[in-house]
């Protein structure tokens, strides 16, 4: 097991207090708290180190990309990639996503198909729907059981997996739900039928091992802001066959080789996916926070979340007129766990909780198709991570039962 206490020492933020109650930080599923380390490496970077990359050749200048470069090789590492050229930086998830739709998008047509899920994250919808109503190609979608996995079964009977199928793009564990879906059996079955498989990646390289080499995908986003790194940087892992075969999606300067009045040929990747000045000290920091979550050991974080998930479960399952999205028990699941007080909406929950040092996050957190779906309106989420402990779980659990008394007498008036 990890040892809490001395993760939670590079975290001063968690020892915050929020009016008399200590900070219980419980929405890591929308952003992590960064170590110590990480804000260190990024101010190093700046006062000692900063210029722009590839572009200035000055001391300072070879200094800021060899630490850009170096970062890529090491998120290169961490997620099993064969060369740190698959490794594209983004701002973004979300743009890591929107550049594959558009990219890889731009050869689909009339006739041809992509499929998602109906519990995908907006990110994983929204670009697919703009980039078929360009091309005429049609969006499906996968459906969920009454459990919140995915409906394999009507998937089948459905053909929904079939020779027009070109991309198939699938969230690996659900932002709402905490699903694992099965990326290896998906990406089989898109790879037998001739069609790409595009991984969400962004609620599972946070939390556990990591191999793209055998998770059978071809392209996988994730972002720096959910793995202890800073905001403002996305990554973008591609196939490298596939990358140099695909157009730039933005253009600007360092993504060209030669630029003419008439027309401009292209860098190869990954720079070709980097137009402009990138988030270079945002880099660094990943840099650092996979090495920090690389020293504790990705094996022993999904085994302290995945015992944390367990307790908190039992903890809610627990509470009368508390309503748990998604599944119940901690099998095939992540740690976020998304939940209802009867009567209650989860805006009224968030602030209650938040008045009482408990963080968490109220809404449909970027996933509306999904509660509309489940008949819900919006959803609490709580969310752990390396750094939570039972205790706070509990405080969790205590504060609901406090909300869910309080609103009870008005609820019957």
Not at 42 to 47: C, P, Q, R, S
Request: proline letters at 5%; glycine letters at 8%.
């Amino acid at each position: 097991m990890l040892d809490t206490n001395l993760i939670r020492a590079d975290f001063p933020i968690l020892r915050r207090r929020v009016g008399e109650s200590p900070l219980a930080y419980l929405d890591s599923a929308n952003t992590s708290q960064k170590p110590r380390q990480v804000v260190d490496a990024v101010a190093e970077h700046y006062l000692q180190h900063n210029a722009n990359v590839a572009r200035a050749m000055h001391l300072l200048g070879a200094e800021a990309t060899h630490a850009f470069e170096d970062a890529r090789g090491k998120v290169a590492r961490f997620i099993g990639a064969p060369r740190p050229e698959e490794v594209v930086f983004t701002k973004n998830a979300s743009e890591a996503l929107n550049l594959v739709a558009n990219s890889l998008g731009a050869g689909l047509k009339p006739g041809d198909e992509v499929v998602i899920s109906v519990m995908e994250h907006h990110s994983n919808i929204v670009p697919w729907q703009l980039v078929c109503q360009r091309t005429g190609a049609t969006l499906r979608w996968f459906d969920i059981t009454d459990e919140g996995r995915l409906d394999l079964e009507a998937a089948e009977r459905d053909n929904l997996i079939n020779e027009r199928t070109k991309i198939v793009s699938i969230t690996a564990v659900s932002n709402v739900l905490g699903t694992h879906n099965p990326v290896a059996l998906l990406a089989e079955k898109a790879h037998a039928v001739g069609a790409l498989m595009v991984v969400d990646g962004s609620q599972s390289v946070p939390h556990e091992a990591t191999d793209v080499s055998t998770m059978g995908a071809d392209f996988l986003a994730f972002t720096s802001h959910k793995m202890l790194g800073p905001t403002g940087l996305g990554v973008l892992w591609g196939r490298y066959e596939l990358l140099a075969n695909m157009p730039p999606f933005l253009g600007g300067g360092e993504m060209i080789e030669v630029v003419e009045m008439e027309r401009s040929t292209y860098a190869a990747p990954p720079h070709r996916f980097e137009a402009g000045t990138p988030p270079i000290a945002q880099a660094v920091g990943l840099g650092v926070a996979v090495d920090y979550l690389s020293r504790i050991g990705m094996d022993a974080i999904a085994e302290h979340e995945h015992e944390l998930t367990k307790y908190a479960l039992g903890k809610l399952t627990s509470i009368d007129g508390l309503t748990i999205l998604g599944p119940t028990v901690a099998v095939d699941r992540g740690s976020a766990i998304s939940f209802n007080l009867e009567g209650v909406h989860p805006h009224d929950v968030m602030q209650v909780l938040d008045s009482r040092g408990v963080a968490i996050r109220g809404g449909h957190h970027c996933a509306r198709p999904l509660h509309k779906r489940l008949g819900h309106q919006s959803s609490t989420r709580a969310s752990s991570y390396l750094y939570t402990t039972p205790a706070e779980i509990d405080a969790l659990a205590d504060a609901l039962v406090f909300t869910r008394d309080y609103f009870a007498p008005k609820l019957k008036g």
